[in-house]
């Protein structure tokens, strides 16, 4: 029923033309055993590692995710492949590996992947948090589609794959949830959708990011107990008070195209400050202005 699912909202056609070839890191979860016959069907050639299902191994491999993606990257330059995919033992997170070698995660992979839609000619609305860099709104735009800002939770992405009009959720760690298909996050269909999108564009990841509006992303955290975070936020709102600012989630401040948000996380004793800007030194500046401030409120609140 999946695997049926899955090929149906695959344009199979225009995958099988390129016959990719993928090395595909699957942490010993059970996408090793489920995905390489879809991709096989769609004309992949698929490279496997750590394919096997180990139940006590796919965790550590998480943990070890940094020296696997070094050892992957140097798998796909050696191979000639076209892409390269580490896949997390729950198979949701997705990191993407360019034929250059170059790691694509996080907020860079959210960008790349809204770019590939819009490439492709896609319509519709992208659902994504409200850290996410505004590269997306400003692409999106130019291609007559909208960009949904959602809270940073998992369950606010997917509910808003619920709305007819929005084409993809995606999220700051990798999660992608392709409505058309299921309104989950999936990296099994995640790969596919990937390798379908670039057999439509008919060019490379590197390609395609190169043409992609720059901006300066920066973030940073600053632990932060649980009992101290609400008044964090009270000290935000206050600052906030006489200046442009959005509550969806964390309070976000705007500066005309740039911003900075105070955002503590949800499960971790952290407060996640985050800063954009056209010019580097602007995003530098707030980056730090706002690490400043949290710190001072923190001395104040103990």
């Given at each position: ?235 935000m709102s206050e600052d906030s008070l ?61």
């Open positions: 029923f999946y695997r049926e699912g899955f090929l149906r909202s695959i344009d199979r056609d225009k995958l099988k033309r390129d016959n990719f070839k993928v090395v595909i890191d699957f942490c010993n979860s059970p996408a090793g055993q489920i995905l390489p016959p879809i991709l096989n069907d769609l004309g992949c050639e698929v490279i496997g590692l750590n394919a096997y299902i180990d139940e006590q191994r796919g965790p550590r491999k998480a943990e070890e995710k940094p020296q696997n993606l070094i050892q992957l990257a140097k798998i796909v330059a050696s191979l000639d492949a076209q892409a390269g995919f580490w896949l997390d033992p729950n198979v949701e997170e997705v990191a993407l590996i360019d034929e250059t070698g170059r790691l694509y995660e996080g907020a860079e992979l959210l960008v790349l992947m809204g770019n590939l839609l819009l490439k492709a000619g896609a319509k519709g609305a992208f659902a994504v948090p409200v850290s996410a860099p505004s590269t997306i709104e400003l692409t999106a735009h130019q291609k007559g589609c909208s960009v949904r800002r959602t809270k940073s939770s998992d369950r606010a992405m997917i509910e808003a794959t619920f709305s007819p009009e929005v084409i993809m959720a995606g999220s700051m760690d990798g999660k992608f949830a392709f409505p058309q298909f299921q309104a989950a996050f999936d990296g099994m269909f995640t790969i596919a959708k990937t390798l379908e999108l670039l057999a439509a564009v008919d060019t490379s990841f590197s390609r395609i990011m190169a043409e992609i509006p720059s901006r300066s992303f920066l973030q940073t955290r600053l632990p932060c107990v649980l009992e101290m975070k609400g008044g964090i936020m009270r000290k006489d200046k442009d600012a959005s509550f969806i989630d964390g309070i976000k401040v705007h500066f005309g195209e740039d911003w900075a948000l105070v955002l503590p996380d949800q499960n971790r004793p952290l407060v996640h400050i985050i800063a954009e800007a056209r010019e580097l030194k602007t995003a530098t500046r707030l980056l730090d202005e706002y690490r400043h401030k949290v710190e001072n409120w923190k001395k104040e609140l103990a």
